[in-house]
């Protein structure tokens, strides 16, 4: 790890004054991701801005009946929130399944959904890796692959984005609410992240001079009834080969409303707009599910290590929505 230079910002503005004044430096809040990167040399700041102390208004619902989500709020606190546990349970759900309970008491929300790939190739500095090396190759694509991409990826980067919690937000319309020099902005978290095409090494529209303040939900009643499943290669504390989130409503037998997102098959959460279109307004049964899960990974492509991934998303998604269209009878 290289020597850095360390200050802590009290307010958003002074945050952003310090990294619009500092070169190469980098926000800190938990530091669960960026901290580890800074010790294999990938992420290699010279300086750190301390934003853990900023004034947050942490999880408080919304005028529009929705709720807002600090960016600086501790996942557990998300987690174990009662106005998440009842309106939003898939995302109580993803953020439990997402790490150990030490991890989630110090990563924060912003952190989580700027965390960088957990590709081997990225932590291999001897390796070919695009997303840490422009112009250097992908080594991931020829090379042992099972936990890489088979929705959205690109012959420059077939790495998948890490996160639970973004995958639950994407499924529920979440806006990221930003602040910048130009003032505040918002871009819904479905366009937040980037896929890889000719520049893997551009993950996000964040600019390096932006802060995450936020995470806003939208007032979605029917996500009460909603649910997030994990397919994993142990129980405890592994990264998602193939998950679900979903929400869903039947009316008279039929799919009212819908939303599906899915994780561990893309550079970032992917949103399973395909998927939804067959199945809305449709008679909700096992056999529309599994038309809807083939419809939404038609376009998959598999590797030699990961071809599995593309029947395991269709069983899971298909599952996941059988499952909450039970609980919907």
Request: aromatic share 6%.
């Amino acid at each position: 790890m290289r020597n850095f230079s360390y200050s802590r910002a009290a307010t958003s503005q002074e945050a952003l004054t310090l990294i619009g004044t500092i070169p190469n430096a980098k926000f800190l809040g938990g530091g669960t991701n960026l901290v580890d990167l800074m010790r294999e040399n990938i992420e290699q700041p010279d300086a750190l801005i301390d934003v853990t102390r900023l004034p947050s208004a942490g999880i408080a619902e919304s005028a529009t009946g929705g709720v807002s989500i600090a960016a600086g709020v501790k996942n557990t606190a998300v987690a174990n929130h009662h106005l998440i546990r009842q309106r939003y349970p898939v995302l109580s759900q993803a953020i439990l399944f997402g790490a150990s309970g030490q991890i989630r008491n110090m990563a924060t929300v912003g952190g989580n959904i700027m965390q960088r790939t957990r590709c081997y190739y990225f932590y291999d500095q001897s390796a070919k890796c695009n997303k840490r090396n422009p112009g250097s190759g992908c080594d991931a694509i020829d090379g042992f692959n099972r936990i890489h991409a088979i929705l959205g990826g690109s012959e420059q980067c077939i790495a998948t984005h890490p996160s639970d919690m973004c995958v639950a937000l994407a499924a529920l319309d979440a806006m990221v609410r930003i602040n910048g020099p130009g003032g505040e902005r918002a871009i819904p978290l479905n366009e937040f992240h980037c896929l890889p095409g000719d520049t893997p090494h551009v993950e996000s529209l964040l600019k390096p001079n932006e802060l995450i303040a936020s995470i806003e939900l939208p007032s979605l009643p029917f996500a009460r009834q909603s649910l997030y499943r994990k397919v994993r290669d142990r129980a405890s504390y592994a990264f998602a080969l193939v998950s679900i989130a979903a929400a869903l409503e039947i009316e008279n037998g039929r799919i009212r409303n819908v939303r599906v997102a899915l994780g561990g098959v893309a550079p970032k959460p992917w949103r399973a707009y395909e998927a939804e279109n067959v199945l809305s307004g449709a008679q909700a049964d096992l056999e529309l599910f599994r038309r809807a899960a083939d419809a939404e990974l038609s376009h998959a492509r598999g590797f030699r290590h990961n071809n599995f991934k593309i029947e395991l998303a269709k069983r899971t998604m298909a599952s996941v929505l059988s499952e909450l269209a039970g609980d919907n009878q």
